[in-house]
């Protein structure tokens, strides 16, 4: 597995960003039965930051916690077949790892939603990971149901890793 971390702010949390970003990365993958290694790419940013990339590629001139940019179109959440049938659009030929994506993560909101939601910086961030690797593979939001679908699998996977509200 590649896990790539990139930073673009100097916010300081009390856990290793890295570290936390491949654990929740791993047991996402592994809840989800990808099949494949995986390269990951994640930005560390701010406020400011975060609210350029939103303008830059969904025309939504605000900030956001986090952004995400699957490497993979999927069918239906989780399902490889599509890249089953065209390895060569999806695997990086170097070290055939399944391309992923890419997450963008707003660390001044990783510290504010952890205090608004009464919870550590911890939980904070590595709900945004699960929550960000969920797109990645597939998942979305855009309705009732397909929330509750996602909502459920984050809570899961991060009461299995120990990380409460």
């Not at 969920?134 to 679908?149: A, F, I, Q, S």
């Amino acid at each position: 597995m590649t896990f790539c971390v990139e930073r673009e702010t100097e916010i300081s949390v009390d856990f290793s960003p890295e570290e936390l970003f491949e654990e929740v990365a791993k047991q996402v993958l592994t809840e989800e039965n990808c099949p494949y290694e995986a390269e990951i790419n994640l930005l560390l940013t701010d406020s400011d930051a975060i609210r350029v990339y939103n303008r830059e590629y969904r025309d939504i001139d605000k900030e956001t916690d986090v952004l995400s940019f699957p490497g993979v179109d999927y069918e239906t959440p989780s399902d490889f077949s599509l890249v089953e049938q065209e390895i060569a659009c999806y695997v990086n030929p170097d070290t055939q790892e399944l391309m992923l994506g890419d997450i963008i993560l707003n660390m001044d909101r990783v510290i504010s939603q952890a205090k608004e939601y009464g919870h550590s910086e911890k939980r904070e961030f590595a709900f945004l990971i699960t929550h960000s690797m969920l797109h990645l593979l597939g998942y979305d939001h855009m309705t009732d149901e397909e929330e509750k679908v996602m909502f459920q699998k984050q809570e899961q996977i991060l009461d299995k890793m120990g990380i409460f509200r």
